[in-house]
């Protein structure tokens, strides 16, 4: 499944410029799980604090496993996320998905999650196939 894309919002791009909130919007309304993923992340962020927050639980199923690969895979709907909930996303395998505070302090913790090492850290044979 692709975004749900409301014919408004296919006209406006037709026409020329989309409005990002009506964009973010129509994430928010076609992949659900990976929406509600990256908001309760946001919401840990903010109340535990730290350098990042992240989640380590498989999705429920395929259909939720496919909407995180679409959001994230996809450079305008994760930069649209990014910027409405003011983090950088960071994805390792099939679910590890973790958000990063804009502040230029947790780089390096960002960068060592995005590594190379860190991904082959990550790494599991129950994950093989995701």
Request: contains cysteine.
């Amino acid at each position: 499944m692709s975004l749900d894309v409301p014919p408004a919002l296919l006209e406006q791009a037709e026409r020329g410029e989309v409005d990002e909130a009506a964009f973010v919007d129509c994430v928010r309304t076609s992949l659900p799980y990976a929406w509600e993923m990256v908001s309760s992340l946001v919401a840990q962020l903010k109340v535990d604090g730290g350098e990042f927050a992240d989640n380590q639980t498989p999705p429920p199923d395929e259909q939720a496993r496919g909407q995180l690969l679409r959001a994230l895979a996809s450079n305008a709907i994760r930069g649209a996320l990014e910027r409405h909930f003011g983090v950088r996303l960071a994805f390792q395998n099939c679910h590890r998905v973790a958000v990063f505070p804009l502040d230029s302090a947790v780089d390096d913790r960002l960068a060592r999650f995005t590594s190379v090492r860190g991904q082959v850290l990550n790494q599991s044979p129950e994950l093989r196939d995701c």
